[in-house]
Antibody, heavy 119, light 110 residues
Framework: QITLNESGPTMVKGTQTLTLSCTFSGFSLSTSGVGVGWIRQPPGKALEWLALIYWNDGKLYRPSLESRLTITKDTSKNQVVLTMTNMGPVDTATYYC???????????WGRGTLVTVSS | NFVLTQPHSVSGSPGKTITISCSRSSGNIASNFVHWYQQRPGQSPTTVIYEDFRRPSGVPDRFSASIDSSANSASLTISGLKTEDEADYYCQSHDTNIVVFGGGTKLTVL
């Protein structure tokens, strides 16, 4: 059974750095083709892809946010960490992590964690 | 970079058929897989179509999808609408170094 679980602060202040963890089970990030991504969704708005990391440590970032994002993995801990610097109120959103295999869909998602940014 | 454009909302009556479009702004829609997600209120998205037209196990065959290269768009069709189909639907595709979600379509089953 594959599960993913996001964790991190529920509230951050403006200009602070957000650090979110995605702890997963049921698959390995050392398996060829496997990746874990972060997607966020502001309240009442659309899904927005943020970042993706693959088994081979290949990383992709949303171009408009690339300067603020860092994604890393710890294969031994089955964990992926996303950091986002200089948080602002517009970054208030539910942050999801999800598994992706090569160019497939995001086939397993976490429940998401709501992060609220105060000014 | 490219954008995937979806209608903001569609509606249909129980038993009817609706189609949601997903238009790609640049680049060939057929060059990269298109996936479709359903998101019910308060829940995480789940895949209803992957790799252009494939249905995950457990998704009823009322859900189907296609690619129209001439229109550079993808479409999700839901037939025999049920009240449980009321949700937001998102298309998603990618290019070399980017993943893109459409803006989402709210389906109302009247």
């Amino acid at each position: 059974q594959i599960t993913l679980n996001e964790s991190g602060p529920t509230m951050v202040k403006g200009t602070q750095t957000l650090t979110l963890s995605c702890t997963f089970s049921g698959f390995s990030l050392s398996t060829s083709g496997v990746g874990v991504g972060w997607i966020r969704q502001p309240p009442g708005k659309a899904l927005e892809w943020l970042a993706l990391i693959y088994w081979n440590d290949g990383k992709l970032y949303r171009p408009s946010l690339e300067s603020r994002l860092t994604i890393t993995k710890d294969t031994s801990k089955n964990q992926v960490v996303l950091t986002m610097t200089n948080m602002g109120p517009v970054d208030t959103a539910t942050y999801y992590c999800a598994r992706r295999v090569r160019h497939g869909d995001f086939d397993y998602w976490g429940r998401g964690t709501l992060v609220t940014v105060s000014s | 970079n490219f954008v995937l454009t979806q209608p903001h909302s569609v509606s249909g009556s129980p038993g009817k058929t609706i189609t949601i479009s997903c238009s790609r702004s640049s680049g060939n829609i057929a060059s990269n897989f298109v996936h479709w997600y359903q998101q019910r209120p308060g829940q995480s998205p789940t895949t209803v179509i992957y790799e252009d037209f494939r249905r995950p196990s457990g998704v009823p065959d009322r859900f189907s999808a296609s690619i129209d290269s001439s229109a550079n768009s993808a479409s999700l069709t839901i037939s025999g609408l049920k009240t449980e189909d009321e949700a937001d639907y998102y298309c998603q595709s990618h290019d070399t170094n980017i993943v893109v979600f459409g803006g989402g379509t709210k389906l109302t089953v009247l």
